[in-house]
Each structure stands twice: as structure tokens, then as C-alpha cells.
């Protein structure tokens, strides 16, 4: 016989951590664009709807407020990650065969989803954008006290050269949210765990 059961999917302090991230985020790119509009790297803006905070202040006041929740939220999702085994669990292993074998399979639309199991190609994503993280919060702090962190802004190049890194990974962690979302879409059951915790799982009953 068949029946139904719940299983927990993602823990809370993940599920806590990931919407938190998810608020946050779009509040650091529409004001860092803000402040990124007032000394332009490259020949382009962003345009002023896409931008928070009003003026070059109230950007900079919004992009380092919402800073350090975000670096809190993302110190807890690390060590919660690092020791509660999660990463070591549902993050590895991950090998190049693994990752051609499921990216393959991804652009053919064949990849299966088996839900609570991340496949080869959300793994290296997940990985990316940790990775992506960090560098944005230490090329962040590099640009923002250039004088007193000057270790980590020669280390990064220099201030002018970790105003790029900054850029561009933030284009990075953009360019994941993106696939992130065009995956999320795809498999739209994925979302409901990611919110509750738990999903419905047919199990065989043997014993019946
Ligand atoms: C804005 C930046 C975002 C980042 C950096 C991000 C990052 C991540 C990461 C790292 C995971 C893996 C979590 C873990 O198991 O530890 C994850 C899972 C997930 N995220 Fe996001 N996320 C973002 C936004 C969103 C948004 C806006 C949605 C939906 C509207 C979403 C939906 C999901 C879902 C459904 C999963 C679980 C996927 C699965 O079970 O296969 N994420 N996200």
C-alpha cells in the first residue's frame, strides 16, 4: 500500500537564513547601484527606478544598514552550515564528472529533482555563491575603510582594483540569483519546502 508522509526537506535554520538573504538582497543591489550611479565604473548607470536611498547618502546609509544584517545572517548560515554538517551532507560530494554528467542532462531539460538531494549543477551554484559572498564582503569593507583595512585592499589589488571585485561580484551573485529563479520556476515544487520546512513524500508500505 501507498501512503503519504511529511519529511522535513530543509531545517529552520536554513529556511530563517535563506529568506532573510532573500530580503536583504535586493535592498544591497538597487542601493549599491544608488551609490555605484554617482562614480561609474563603466560607461553605463543604472537607471533611477532600480536604485534606493534617493541620493548618494541616503544609498550609502541603506547599503551599510542592511549590511550588517546581512553579514550576520550570512556568519550564522555559515557556522550553522560548517557545523551542523549540513554543507558536508547535502553540498558534497561534488566531483567534475558529477557536475558534466547533471549540467548535460540540465540543458537537455532531463535533470530529475529528488526533493531534500541537490544534483551536481545547484551544488557548484550553491558553492559559487558562497564563494561570491565572501569576496563581496571583504572587497566591501576594503573600499569602505581603505585607510584602517589597508591589509585587505593591497591584498585585493589596492581600492581601485577592489571596486571591480566588488562589481563584479556582485554581477556574479546577480547572474546566480537569476539562474537561481529560472530554476525555481522550472521546479516549482521545490518552493513550498523551502517555506514550511517539510514536504509530502509517497512511501510503500510493506507491512500493509
Ligand atoms: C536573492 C538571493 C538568493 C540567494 C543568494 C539564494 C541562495 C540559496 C541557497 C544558497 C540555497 C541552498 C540553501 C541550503 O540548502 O543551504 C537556496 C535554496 C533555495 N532557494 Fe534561494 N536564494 C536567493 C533567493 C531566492 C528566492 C527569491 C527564491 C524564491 C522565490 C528562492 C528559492 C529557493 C528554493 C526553493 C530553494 C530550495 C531548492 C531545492 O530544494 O532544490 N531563493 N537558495
Known amino acids: 500500500?501507498?501512503?503519504?508522509r511529511r519529511r522535513l526537506v530543509h531545517r529552520w535554520p536554513v529556511r530563517l537564513t535563506h529568506w532573510l538573504n532573500a530580503l536583504a538582497m535586493p535592498c544591497m543591489f538597487m542601493s549599491g547601484w544608488a551609490i555605484y550611479n554617482a562614480s561609474p565604473l563603466f560607461p553605463f548607470t543604472f537607471p533611477a527606478w532600480a536604485t534606493l536611498g534617493g541620493w548618494l547618502g541616503g544609498a550609502i546609509a541603506w547599503h551599510l544598514a542592511v549590511f550588517w544584517l546581512l553579514l550576520a545572517n550570512g556568519l550564522i548560515y555559515l557556522l550553522y552550515?560548517?557545523?551542523s554538517g549540513h554543507f558536508r551532507r547535502d553540498f558534497l560530494p561534488l566531483s567534475p564528472r558529477a557536475?558534466?554528467?547533471?549540467f548535460a542532462a540540465a540543458v537537455r531539460l532531463r535533470l530529475g529533482h529528488h526533493l531534500g538531494t541537490y544534483n551536481a549543477?545547484?551544488?557548484?551554484l550553491y558553492w559559487g555563491v558562497l564563494v561570491l559572498g565572501v569576496l563581496v564582503?571583504?572587497?566591501?569593507?576594503?573600499?569602505?575603510?581603505?585607510v584602517q583595512l589597508q591589509g585587505?585592499?593591497?591584498l585585493l589589488g589596492g581600492f581601485d582594483t577592489?571596486?571591480?571585485?566588488?562589481?563584479?561580484a556582485m554581477a556574479g551573485i546577480g547572474a546566480f540569483v537569476v539562474v537561481h529563479l529560472a530554476l525555481v520556476i522550472l521546479v516549482p515544487r521545490t518552493l513550498p519546502p523551502m517555506i514550511t520546512g517539510r514536504a509530502h513524500e509517497e512511501v510503500n508500505d510493506e507491512s500493509a
Open 81 to 83: 552550515g560548517l557545523f
Open 1 to 4: 500500500m501507498t501512503t503519504s
Open 99 to 102: 557536475i558534466g554528467r547533471d
Open 121 to 124: 549543477v545547484q551544488r557548484l
Open 152 to 154: 585587505l585592499a593591497a
Open 137 to 146: 564582503v571583504l572587497s566591501g569593507l576594503a573600499i569602505w575603510k581603505p
Open 162 to 168: 577592489a571596486r571591480y571585485v566588488h562589481f563584479f
